[in-house]
């Protein structure tokens, strides 16, 4: 008997124990309590120590920090495949930002039952179909070349899209990765466009190096054409001078005719000339000696 009766003290004093530690419970700091009495709502318990009926009352805790799903990453089995307008087939990797309001806790709880299920038919459901719209403007070559902006425009696609008791926060882009054969196309594509801008450089190039040639030949000619016009000028100029010393000789001949005689005279190197004029007296001086 005393055996039972101990039996018995040890179960009541168990029960009594675990009703006294489910009478309070704790809700950590990002976090909120959904309170239920009987499966019904009561009451949002916000962070700290709290306590309820045993037995009776129950709480949920929802998650209100930011958290972040995810798409194509290593070791997720969810792959967001899009197509670009040019109609190249992508995988994108893709993250998804979001948290749950304060006060929306109730909301989520009374429709959607946990964080998971929320996330599972809002953000999971509506951020891949949105981001492949926006993805589907864009051809593979200008969205490449504009990742910001189509991130951009993606993140505000996805929170204008995604309705509910959560908020997107930002959605990224990490990397969006095209076919191996679209990829080889497009490397030798830049391939050609580099060998394209090299010879457009070297043909710019040969045309400054040939403009550089005309330039000097230029001045060349315009040195040597300025050399020849030096020399006719100085030839024209010598002439002038000679025909002037002629013409003034001339009008000097012309004036004084004894001035003839004086030149010849002037030339006579006083030999007397072997030729005389017949009938004269007076030796002729040749002028020309």
């Known amino acids: 008997m005393n055996i039972v009766k101990y039996v018995v003290a040890g179960v009541v004093a168990l029960f009594l124990l675990c009703i006294a530690l489910g009478s309070f419970y704790t809700v950590d700091q990002g976090e909120r309590g959904v309170v239920l009495t009987n499966g019904a709502f009561s009451s949002i318990a916000g962070p700290g120590l709290h306590f309820k009926t045993p037995i009776m009352q129950s709480v ?18 969810t792959v967001m495949q899009g197509y670009s307008r040019d109609q190249q087939a992508a995988e994108l990797r893709v993250s998804v930002t979001f948290h749950v309001p304060a006060d929306q806790v109730e909301k989520v709880y009374a429709q959607y039952g946990s964080v998971d299920n929320l996330v599972e038919r809002t953000v999971g459901r509506i951020a891949p179909q949105t981001i492949k719209t926006v993805f589907g403007q864009y051809d593979a070559v200008s969205v490449i070349q504009s990742r910001a902006k189509f991130n951009a425009e993606v ?30 196309a497009v490397e030798a594509r830049m391939t050609a466009q580099v060998e394209v801008q090299k010879q457009e450089q070297t043909l710019q190039q040969e045309k400054i190096k040939a403009s550089i040639a005309v330039t000097q030949a ?11 016009d030096a020399n006719a000028y100085k030839v024209k100029a010598e002439g002038e001078a000679q025909a002037d010393a002629i013409k003034a000789r001339a009008a000097a001949l012309a004036n004084n005719p004894l001035l003839i005689d004086l030149t010849k005279a002037e030339r006579w190197n006083g030999t007397l000339p072997t030729t005389m004029l017949p009938g004269g007296t007076v030796p002729f001086i040749e002028a020309g000696k």
């Open 218 to 228: 230029q001045g060349r000619a315009d040195s040597v054409k300025a050399e020849a």
């Open 155 to 184: 993140g505000a696609a996805v929170i204008e899209a995604v309705k509910g008791p959560v908020v997107v926060d930002s959605v990224q882009i990490e990397n969006i990765d095209f076919s191996d054969a679209y990829e080889q």
């Open 60 to 77: 949920v805790k929802i998650n209100t920090q930011q958290q972040t799903t995810y798409w194509g990453f290593e070791g997720q089995r």
